[in-house]
Structure formats: structure tokens, C-alpha cells
């Protein structure tokens, strides 16, 4: 906000010859236009280079300069060229957004594909802003959700250590948004992208970073969504779920407990036919929780303990005609029944 006032007294200086009582108001109203020109493209320079062909005819290629300082990075008068595109992404009606689409796309890509994660973060920040304030017709008009989601899916990558995991929480978020707002409900694309989603995303992150409670809480949300915007589609996936699930259970942070039994019930609920075969699995799960916060006086120990009798319920009724689950309730009673008669006998 303080580098976002340094560039409208900034603009207001040097390129304004009036003194508005309303700086950022007067810049709206009268310069908007201008101000991509004037303060984002000249520290977006694009550098031409020579491309070999057949023949050794040279042929103009244009691409981004190779400085791993560019300047755009850079501050002049207390605020840099990103500080700009955030203040009109947020400034410009959504009438100027499209009109000015040619400039604001470049610098945003350029900023997205730095190699440094921070830089990444901000761009996808961006665009996630001006996605929300974007029509979803003219994204699919003019061909940009592929564009973005191509950038995006890119950064799912980004797990190695915990400087990753605001870029990974916000491009999932980014992306979702995209394709949930440009894909009609229920459609084949939206229907492949998400499961795109899922299998580039959730599946490689459960894979390299599931032993790290706060990715895993990230998943966990997103596989809620997934669920639900997938329906039937995901009963392929339950194991991804559960997997996912077991990891949210197996420590004792509560807010990841909480999670796990949330998408818990959403699996047993879209994919109920589903449920007497993943029984043991799922069984565990509760017991698991159960376990882990019985002794617990705090209320959020009560509540997971109270979802886990619920959930528990619902199991017994899928499963009310497996013998083997049965036979696993009572050799789990046989085992502990102190501490697990009152979670079966709910």
C-alpha cells in the first residue's frame, strides 16, 4: 500500500500538470490509459535475438531478456513496475481490463515464469486478482484460460521446502477459480481439467510432500472441492482421498483432524456404493481420530470425537450386512474395550 501511494504521487509529479486533491481518483478518471505505457512496459524490455533456420536465413525471434535481475524488480521512487499492475488490476474497471489485456498479459507471464519463487507468488497473485474481475466469456474469448492454466499447472511443482507452500496454497486457488468460472458445470473440460487437478497436483503432492502437516492441510482442501464438483467421477480416486485422509489423522494437529473427517464425509456420501469394500480402511481412520482424542477435555477434541461416532454410524450402515466387518468390530473391542466400546457403541 505505501509502494502503491509512492507511485500515484509519483505519476501525480511527473506526468500530471494539475494538483488534484484526490491523487489516486484524478489518475482513475484522467490517465488510466496511460499508465501501463508510462510506468509498467518500459521495465518489461523485450530483447531480440537471432534464430538459426535452414539455410542459415536468420529469422527474428522476439523473447525475454536472460537477466536474473530485470528491471522490474527493481524500486524507482519508492515502488516497482509489479507495485503498478497490482494498483490497476485493482484500480481499472473491468471495461479498461479488457481493453488493456495486450499490456497487462506479457508482464504478467514474464512475472510468473521468474525463477525465483517469491516472484512467482506475486504473479499468480495477480492474475488471481484480475481473473476475479475478468467476464469469464472474454477469458474463453480470447484463448487465456489455456494460456494460464498451462502457467499454472507449472507451479504445482513448487514442494520443496516450506518457502513453497504460499505459492503452491495460491495456485491452487488461482486455479480452481479459473476453471471453475470458465468451464460450465458438468462439462467434459471442466470435468478432465479437475482431474488434471487432481492427478498432476494432489496425487504427486500426497507423493513428495505428505509428510508435511501443512501441505497436507492444502490438499485436504482442495480434494473437498474436487469431491464435490466431481461427484460419481471420483469414486476412481477414493484411495487418493484416503490416503490423503490418513495422512490428516495420523498427527495431532486438530485442524488437520478436522479437515480429514471432512472430506471423509464427503467421500462416504458421493461414493457410498463404494464404502462396505474401503470399510477397514475407513475404520481405522475413526478409530484413529477416536484414540488420539478421547481423553481430551478441550472442545475441539469433543467435536472430532462426536464427527468420529457420526461417521462411524454411517459406516455401520453401509457395511450392516459384511461379515468380516463385523468380525473387525469385535476383535477391535476384544482388544481395547474400555476405550473403544464407546465410539461402536455410539
Same mark, same amino acid.
Given at each position: 500500500m505505501e509502494r502503491q501511494q509512492a507511485f500515484i504521487d509519483y505519476y501525480i509529479t511527473h506526468h500530471c500538470d494539475h494538483g488534484p486533491a484526490n491523487k489516486e481518483q484524478h489518475i482513475k478518471e484522467e490517465h488510466l490509459n496511460n499508465v501501463l505505457d508510462t510506468c509498467v512496459k518500459p521495465f518489461f524490455p523485450v530483447t531480440t535475438v537471432m534464430v538459426q533456420h535452414d539455410r542459415a536465413r536468420p529469422v527474428r525471434s522476439t523473447g525475454p531478456t536472460d537477466d536474473w535481475n530485470p528491471p522490474w524488480k527493481d524500486q524507482h521512487h519508492g515502488f516497482t513496475a509489479v507495485d503498478v499492475l497490482e494498483w490497476f488490476i485493482q484500480a481499472a474497471s473491468a471495461g479498461d481490463l479488457v481493453q488493456d489485456l495486450p499490456k497487462l498479459i506479457p508482464p504478467l507471464l514474464r512475472i510468473m515464469d521468474d525463477p525465483t519463487v517469491?516472484?512467482?507468488?506475486?504473479? %499468480? +497473485? #495477480?492474475?488471481?486478482? !484480475?481473473i476475479a474481475r475478468l467476464p469469464a466469456t472474454i477469458i474463453v474469448q480470447y484463448g487465456l484460460d489455456s494460456?494460464?492454466?498451462?502457467?499454472?499447472?507449472?507451479?504445482?511443482?513448487?514442494?520443496?521446502?516450506?518457502?513453497?507452500?504460499d505459492l503452491l496454497n495460491e495456485t491452487y486457488g488461482c486455479l480452481m477459480e479459473l476453471i471453475l468460472k470458465t468451464n460450465p458445470a458438468a462439462s467434459q473440460k471442466r470435468d478432465e481439467l479437475l482431474h488434471k487437478v487432481l492427478m498432476d497436483g494432489?496425487?504427486?503432492?500426497?507423493?513428495?510432500?505428505?509428510?508435511?502437516?501443512?501441505?497436507?492441510?492444502?490438499?485436504?482442501?482442495?480434494? %473437498? +472441492? #474436487?469431491?464435490?464438483? !466431481?461427484?460419481?467421477?471420483?469414486?476412481?480416486?477414493?484411495?487418493?482421498?484416503?490416503?490423503?485422509?490418513?495422512?490428516?489423522?495420523?498427527?495431532?494437529?486438530?485442524?488437520l483432524n478436522f479437515k480429514a473427517l471432512i472430506l471423509l464425509q464427503h467421500v462416504m456420501q458421493v461414493a457410498w456404493p463404494r464404502v462396505p469394500f474401503h470399510g477397514p480402511s475407513i475404520l481405522e481412520i475413526l478409530v484413529t481420530v477416536w484414540l488420539t482424542r478421547m481423553d481430551g477435555t478441550d472442545p475441539e477434541s469433543q467435536q472430532l470425537c462426536q464427527q468420529a461416532k457420526d461417521l462411524f454410524n454411517k459406516l455401520q450402515c453401509y457395511c450392516q450386512h459384511q461379515k468380516q466387518f463385523e468380525a473387525n468390530i469385535q476383535a477391535l473391542k476384544a482388544m481395547n474395550p474400555d476405550a473403544l466400546v464407546p465410539l461402536f457403541n455410539a
Open positions: 517469491e516472484y512467482k507468488l506475486c504473479g %499468480v +497473485t #495477480l492474475l488471481r486478482k !484480475l494460456v494460464w492454466m498451462d502457467s499454472l499447472f507449472r507451479c504445482l511443482s513448487y514442494m520443496t521446502d516450506n518457502r513453497d507452500f494432489i496425487v504427486v503432492g500426497l507423493r513428495f510432500a505428505g509428510h508435511k502437516s501443512n501441505y497436507v492441510g492444502l490438499f485436504l482442501d482442495v480434494l %473437498v +472441492t #474436487l469431491v464435490v464438483e !466431481l461427484d460419481a467421477s471420483i469414486v476412481p480416486y477414493i484411495n487418493v482421498c484416503l490416503d490423503a485422509i490418513h495422512q490428516g489423522t495420523h498427527g495431532v494437529d486438530v485442524q
